[in-house]
């Protein structure tokens, strides 16, 4: 079936510097992707969202690339803190319920 | 954000027992809400949708008569284990879209079952 996943199961980055997790999916047709952060024991935190109409979206410290010709999303996150470090997921609205589908999870460590 | 709660947030049991599991939208309602289950470093797996007074929807392989799904009013739906066995110890989390139209989904802080 269509699923999400991603190139990077983990990734080890110095405090201060930028992280980039990318993520591929394989469903053409979905419009809506989100990217969550989840730390040790706790539910999925909302970091980032961006629909199939945008290329790029950026909050506080976070952009959120899009590149539909290739399926592929990005996460960057500057300047990275050790607070950054979890495990960050990227989902796509594409289930046959309206449910999330979500990649495999890329964990961030980040160094001081 | 909107706010999704769970209790408990963790539960041991003996095998044989049966655990339910509250998940409530603090702000907002929510006619659909999504189960899902998560093993150890793994990802998180849909395990059934939750439909405001209807029967849920079972994803494939889930025993809808082992869990058991229960959307009692607009803020509340209730997972329960039942004959709750050890290969059932995982971490159940819940999700919500948060109202007003938007896709973004919200997830509760999460719930750890153990069975003994």
Not at chain 2, 71 to 75: G, K, V
């Given at each position: 079936g269509e699923s999400v996943g991603l190139h990077l199961p983990t990734l080890s980055v110095q405090e201060g510097d930028n992280s980039i997790i990318n993520c591929a999916y394989s469903n053409s047709a979905s419009d809506y992707f989100i990217w969550y952060k989840q730390e040790s024991g706790k539910g999925p935190q909302f970091i980032i969202d961006i629909r199939s109409n945008m290329d790029k979206r950026q909050g506080q410290r976070v952009t959120v690339l899009l590149n539909k010709t290739v399926k592929h999303l990005s996460l960057q996150i500057a300047a990275t803190q050790p607070g950054d470090s979890a495990v960050y997921f990227c989902a796509e609205k594409g289930g046959s319920q309206g449910n999330l589908i979500f990649g495999k999870g890329t964990k961030l460590s980040v160094k001081p | 954000g909107a706010v999704v709660s769970q209790h408990p947030s963790w539960v041991i049991c003996k095998s044989g027992t049966s655990v339910k599991i509250e998940c409530r939208s603090l702000d907002f309602q929510a006619t659909t809400m999504f189960w899902y289950r998560q093993f150890p470093k793994q990802s998180l797996m849909l395990m059934a949708t939750s439909n405001e007074g209807s029967k849920a929807t079972y994803e494939q392989g889930v025993e809808k008569d082992k869990f058991l799904i229960n959307?009692?009013?607009?803020?509340l739906s209730t997972l329960t284990v039942t004959s709750a066995h050890p290969e059932d110890s995982s971490f159940y989390i819940c999700s919500a879209p948060g109202g007003g139209g938007t896709d973004t989904q919200y997830f509760g802080p999460g719930t750890r079952l153990t069975v003994l």
């Open positions: - | 959307h009692a009013s607009l803020t």
